[in-house]
Each structure stands twice: as C-alpha cells, then as structure tokens.
C-alpha cells in the first residue's frame, strides 16, 4: 500500500460543490498530514469541463478560509472512481451515478455529510489505531464509516445531501457552505493523522 491516499469528491457540474469539497478537505489534510500525503480530487457527473469554479462558490469558499486558484472542472470516469481510496458525493444520486461508473466503489463511496455523520461517533482509538500513513488512515476510517452503515437509522435525503446553488440565489451558496462546513471537522478528523 503506497503512502499517498486518494480521495475524490463528486457532484454534477464539478464548479460548486465538488471544488469546495476538494479545496477545504485537502487544506485541512495537508494541515494534518503534510503537503503530498493526500490527494484531494475533484469531477463532476455532468461536468462544465475546462471550466472554473463558480464565482459565487469561490467567495464561499474564501469565507471559509480556502483558495480556489487554479481550479479546472473535469468529466467524472470509472478510472477516477477506481484509483480512489474513498469518494465522497454531494449528494446519494451522485453516490449512485458513481457505483454505476465502478460498482466495486460501493465499498467506499458516501455522499460528504453521510460520512461526517458515520465517523462522527468513531472513538479516536478505533480511528487512529496503528495509524502509518494517510491512505492507511483514510482506508481505517472508510472500514469504520462502512461498519456504522445499519447500526443507526439513516439520515433523510435534507440531511445526506449538500444543496445544489447553481444557478441559484446568494443564500442557498451560503447554505451550501454552512452545510460542507458544518460535516468537514468530523471528516478531517477521521481522515486525519491523531
């Protein structure tokens, strides 16, 4: 198991969500783990390929504290999903367009705030025990998200889902943000180094 872990966050256009996504997981991974530890990616199911972010989500995104420079929007493939150690989706509709490029990635794909929710509770030394490397750590924390899946009821689809703001007004981008920030420390921390 090489030490370089995976992820890859998902959504529809990949200029909203899926780059905030990207942008704040991966500032606070390197912050955790060191620049090159992991690799935070991001594509969309129906992507505005070649496109950057939207510029209503990089002024969320820049409230939050995160860059978006540099960022260029590209077309979701099964050989993405495949490389990936674990997927994150906007949404479950995006979890279920995934498992359909590479059903094996139902082993490992959640949609962000269903994960949040399924780590949350994890005690740190299940989560952080023999921790090595990142993608050791993030592989731990994918077998203990998946081992929480049944023990308690799901969330609603309002609950599991990051709100779509393309093409919508200032306050569902904000929700957005409130959303994908209110779900990333719980992540950080299960994909973090203890």
């Known amino acids: 198991m090489t030490a370089t872990a995976q992820i890859l966050t998902v959504c529809t256009g990949n200029v909203c969500r899926s780059p905030f996504l990207e942008r704040a997981l991966q500032a606070e991974l390197d912050g955790s783990w060191g620049t090159g530890s992991v690799r935070v990616s991001s594509a969309g ?16 995104l ?8 540099g960022f260029v929007a590209r077309q979701l493939t099964a050989s993405m999903v495949a490389e990936s150690d674990l997927v994150l989706t ?5 979890r279920a367009d995934v498992a359909r490029l590479h059903p094996r ?4 794909v959640f949609s962000f705030r269903e994960f949040a929710e399924l780590v949350a509770g994890v005690p740190g030394d299940q989560l952080y025990a023999g921790t090595g490397s990142a993608r050791e750590q993030v592989v731990r924390a994918v077998g203990l998200a998946l081992a929480q899946r049944g023990m308690r009821p799901p969330l609603s689809d309002l609950d599991a889902d990051v709100v779509d703001p393309f093409r919508r007004s200032d ?15 719980s992540v950080a921390r299960a994909l973090g180094r203890a």
């Open 45 to 60: 199911t129906g992507a505005l390929a070649g496109h950057g972010m939207d510029a209503r989500a990089q002024v969320c």
């Open 62 to 69: 820049a409230g939050a504290g995160y860059a978006a420079e």
């Open 90 to 94: 906007a949404t479950r509709a995006h």
């Open 105 to 108: 990635a139902l082993r490992y």
């Open 171 to 185: 306050e569902v981008f904000d929700e957005m943000s409130r959303q994908i920030m209110g779900s990333l420390p």
